[in-house]
């Protein structure tokens, strides 16, 4: 059974670029949470999606991210128009329920040069 | 937002060696959580704590929700070479991973 699937690990990109980072949750995961983890940080909380739906983005910038969880295939984190400031590791993290554990990925690292 | 300050931010130990660490904050959680972050890898549980005062352990972990339900704290006895990496409280209001809120870290170097 895998486990939390991200890709890429890691991802370089331009400043003005876009970054599409992506997350498979575990099977039979329908709820995905997004995490970013600035260096020598603890991991701050973005976004919460369900199939289809954003059930919490209290975490989540107001300008040039997004983030959806198609009905088939996996979760895409956007970030549009790329800042250096941007440049951090950005996990991914599944679960059952709403209030069963949840399980991160190994994470994508972001460089903005 | 929610603030939690780990202790210490970084130690250096012998293997054998006991390890205690812990965790803070102005707010009352629900729940504490300690996680193990190897490097390149995504954070891991190792125990979770539901009520004020209990104490719980895993192996070679110790783990104690504060009676206060505004700290934790976390022992490890006899330290060995793979216990290396980055050790996370998580504070968590409610239910649901969207409601965690992860301390600084303990970086943790183990001697051979």
């Known amino acids: 059974n895998a486990g939390v699937m991200q890709n890429p690990r890691h991802l370089v990109r331009r400043r003005g670029q876009e970054a599409r980072l992506r997350c498979s949750p575990m099977?039979?995961?329908?709820?995905v949470y997004w995490y970013r983890q600035l260096p020598e940080e603890g991991l701050k909380f973005m976004v919460y999606?369900?199939?289809?739906?954003?059930?919490?983005e209290s975490g989540m910038p107001k300008e040039r991210f997004s983030a959806e969880f198609p009905k088939e295939g996996p979760s895409i984190l956007r970030i549009q128009q790329v800042v250096r400031g941007d440049s951090a590791a950005y996990f991914c993290?599944?679960?059952?329920?709403?209030?069963?554990?949840?399980?991160f990925g190994q994470g994508t690292r972001l460089t903005v040069v | 937002g929610q603030q939690l300050n780990q202790s210490p931010q970084s130690m250096f130990i012998q293997e054998g060696e006991d390890v205690s660490m812990n965790c803070t904050s102005s707010?009352?959680?629900?729940?504490w959580l300690w996680y193990k972050q190897d490097p390149g890898e995504g954070p891991v549980l190792l125990i979770a704590l539901y009520k004020a005062g209990e104490l719980t352990s895993n192996g070679r972990l110790t783990a104690q929700f504060g009676i206060t339900r505004k700290d934790s704290f976390l022992n490890i006895s006899a330290s060995i070479p793979s216990d290396v990496g980055i050790y996370f409280c998580?504070?968590?209001?409610?239910?649901?991973?969207?409601?965690?809120?992860f301390g600084t870290g303990t970086r943790l170097t183990v001697i051979p």
């Open positions: 707010s009352i959680f629900n729940t």
């Open positions: 099977k039979g995961h329908s709820h």
């Open positions: 993290a599944s679960s059952f329920q709403g209030y069963t554990e949840a399980f």
């Open positions: 999606l369900q199939k289809e739906n954003i059930i919490d």
């Open positions: 998580a504070g968590q209001l409610g239910t649901g991973a969207n409601n965690l809120f």
